[in-house]
Every structure is written in C-alpha cells, then in structure tokens.
Nanobody
Framework: QVQLVESGGGLVRAGGSLRLSCAASGRTFSTYNMGWFRQAPGKERESVAAITWNPAITYYADSVKGRFTISRDNAKNTVYLQMNSLKPEDTAVYFC??????????????????WGQGTQVTVSS
C-alpha cells in the first residue's frame, strides 16, 4: 500500500510558475511508476506527466511539453512537477498517482493504483 500527499498548489498569474510535490509512504517508492494527472471542472481526469522507476523514462502530454518537468527523488520518497509558463487552461485539481503496471500504456490512468487527494492549481489571466 502506498499513501500519497500532494502539496504546492495555489493561485498564480499566467506566465508564472509553481512546483508541486508528492510525498509517498512506504519503503518501495523507487519501484513505482509515478504520475501527475489533472481534472478541471466538468472534464475527465487527464494525464499530465509520468515517470517510471527509471527516471530517464518520462511521458508528457502534448499540452505541457516544454513547460512542465517531472522528476523524482527516491531518497526523499517524493515526486515533483515543475510547472512553468502557466496558462489559464492549466487550472485544475492536480493528482499524484503511483503504479506498477508496465507496457506501452504505462502512463495512462488505469495503469495507476494509488492516488493522492489532489491539490488545486488556479492560473489567472
């Protein structure tokens, strides 16, 4: 079992930056794939970025490529999402997730088994 706690959300103006953190419990954090997802009001939860147990393997949604960076610190059991050049359309609740599934769809929602409670990110224009 893995417990996840997100932090770092808030209100920021367009063009600004935020860094989200997700602290995980458990001694096997380094073996999990980790992902960041977001859900805006009235929309489905979508994948934003993900990183495998091997930090060299990452995934980014087209909408955030070049602006967001996912990273992990296994010594601290923490995964981060650095968000730069934020846009109003980035406004959503951001969720951290952990999973052990592999294959070509390892970054999709159904590949993750454990979820955090979410943190609100609001970008004003």
């Amino acid at each position: 079992q893995v417990q996840l706690v997100e932090s770092g959300g808030g209100l920021v103006r367009a063009g600004g930056s935020l860094r989200l953190s997700c602290a995980a419990s458990g001694r096997t954090f380094s073996t999990y794939n980790m992902g960041w997802f977001r859900q805006a009001p009235g929309k489905e939860r979508e994948s934003v970025a993900a990183i495998t147990w091997n930090p060299a393997i990452t995934y980014y949604a087209d909408s955030v490529k070049g602006r967001f960076t996912i990273s992990r610190d296994n010594a601290k059991n923490t995964v981060y999402l650095q968000m730069n050049s934020l846009k109003p359309e980035d406004t959503a609740v951001y969720f951290c997730a952990a999973g052990l599934k592999y294959g070509s769809n390892w970054y999709r929602k159904y590949a993750f088994d454990y979820w955090g409670q979410g943190t609100q990110v609001t970008v004003s224009s």
